[in-house]
């Protein structure tokens, strides 16, 4: 019986494995077979169950779900449903020598019943032609309508869409929270409509442009994104779309994800996508200077009273900001070991909303001004609290000389 039992094991385990495998969904070469276990001279023949022993095996039952599980599960797969054909796959050309080639593939979403597509500037920037993908398989021709290399964004238009097709809803930034789940939809290298889960890691970032600025407001996630998800929604459990998918932070190492992705966020998209759809462009305004939040050091060596504000390093020259009288550093010393600007202005107020960091001034600047607008600075300058007015210029290209 020793043996016997030895036998059952092994078949129950060669059984189990097999099953595993075609559960990972791993597909087995068609000229592999499973081998046959046959009898070896000492193996003992399987004698037939008896009726006891049969109804002494456990009968297989589902495995049950929480109900909380179960609700997520079936909100996750509405959403899906609703969301994924407004999802498309942006395929970009470029003519090299007279023949057109294949440049990349990325990700974009419908905004609108009239066929328009956002999706970032970089991923169709530079292209000849572009093509559009959507989920049924339908491939057709889109045009640049805009782009937006500051803000990274762009909206291409397409003449027809599939039937069936709902353009997706517009999300609040004032109802997001670090920790709420978030699902983005994309391509990831090519995989169309591919969906991952996540929450929002962090709000309130800035991340690089396609220019010499920023983007203020970046929602940060740890939904994977890939190479390939660029210009496709972020969403909230609503199925609102909160963000496009546009940067990874990879380590340096490789163009993977490493949980850390990041989202132009709905606030931009808001004002950035109206225009490019009415002018194909978007006029930014500009301050023209750079620096950084207040640090303990700069108030240490600079006497200050103040323990918040955006500190001026540099006034551009030409600028706006120059053009009022701003001042920017104008010395370096070292405190505690450390290197350090002094001498600049510190706001703390812009038109009597309080300015606690150097993003808050660049969100202002970015949602509120517009070129022409002319904005009151509340400055501390020689620990001295002074007001001064700077009317606002239209971007330029690039701050290179």
């Not at 931009?268 to 200077?289: C, M, N, R, S, T």
């Not at 550093?329 to 510190?346: K, N, P, Q, W």
Request: aromatic share 4%.
């Amino acid at each position: 019986m020793m043996r016997k039992k030895g036998l059952n094991q092994a078949l129950i385990a060669l059984f189990a494995l097999f099953i595993f495998t075609l559960g990972c969904t791993v597909s087995l070469p068609l000229n592999i077979s499973v081998p046959e276990v046959v009898n070896s001279p000492q193996t003992v023949q399987e004698e037939p169950q008896t009726a006891a022993q049969s109804q002494a095996l456990p009968t297989p039952t589902p495995f049950q779900l929480p109900p909380q599980i179960q609700d997520e599960q079936a909100l996750l797969v509405a959403l899906y449903a609703r969301a994924n054909p407004a999802v498309v796959n942006i395929t970009e050309y470029s003519n090299q020598g007279g023949q057109v080639m294949p440049l990349g593939q990325g990700s974009g979403f419908v905004y609108d019943g009239l066929g328009h597509i956002v999706t970032n500037a970089h991923v169709i920037h530079g292209s000849d032609q572009i093509e559009v993908t959507f989920w049924d398989g339908t491939i057709e021709l889109a045009e640049l309508v805009g782009e937006d290399l500051h803000s990274d964004l762009a909206v291409l238009k397409v003449q027809k869409m599939p039937e069936g097709v709902i353009p997706l809803p517009l999300g609040n930034m004032e109802s997001l929270a670090v920790g709420q789940t978030v699902v983005a939809i994309g391509n990831p290298f090519g995989l169309e409509g591919t969906l991952t889960k996540g929450v929002i890691s962090a709000l309130g970032r800035s991340i690089p442009a396609l220019t010499s600025f920023s983007i203020p407001q970046a929602i940060q996630t740890d939904a994977a994104i890939n190479p390939g998800n660029s210009g496709g929604p972020l969403l909230n459990l609503q199925g609102e779309v909160i963000g496009v998918n546009a940067q990874i932070e990879t380590g340096g190492t490789s163009r993977t994800n490493s949980g850390v992705g990041f989202a132009i966020p709905v606030s931009i998209l808001k004002i950035v996508i109206p225009d490019l759809i009415e002018k194909g462009k978007h006029d930014w305004a500009w301050l023209g200077v750079r620096g950084g939040s207040l640090s303990p050091l700069v108030r240490e060596a600079m006497k200050l009273k103040v323990n918040k504000g955006a500190y001026i390093a540099e006034v551009v020259a030409g600028g706006p900001s120059a053009k009022a009288g701003l001042r920017g550093s104008t010395d370096t010393v070292t405190v505690r070991g450390r290197e350090v600007e002094i001498g600049g202005d510190v706001v703390i107020a812009i038109n009597g909303e309080p300015v606690r960091s150097f993003d808050d001034l660049l969100i202002y600047i970015t949602l509120k001004g517009k070129p022409g607008d002319t904005v009151e600075l509340t400055i501390i300058r020689n620990n001295q609290e002074l007001t001064i007015n700077v009317k606002l210029e239209a971007r330029p290209a690039s701050l290179e000389p």
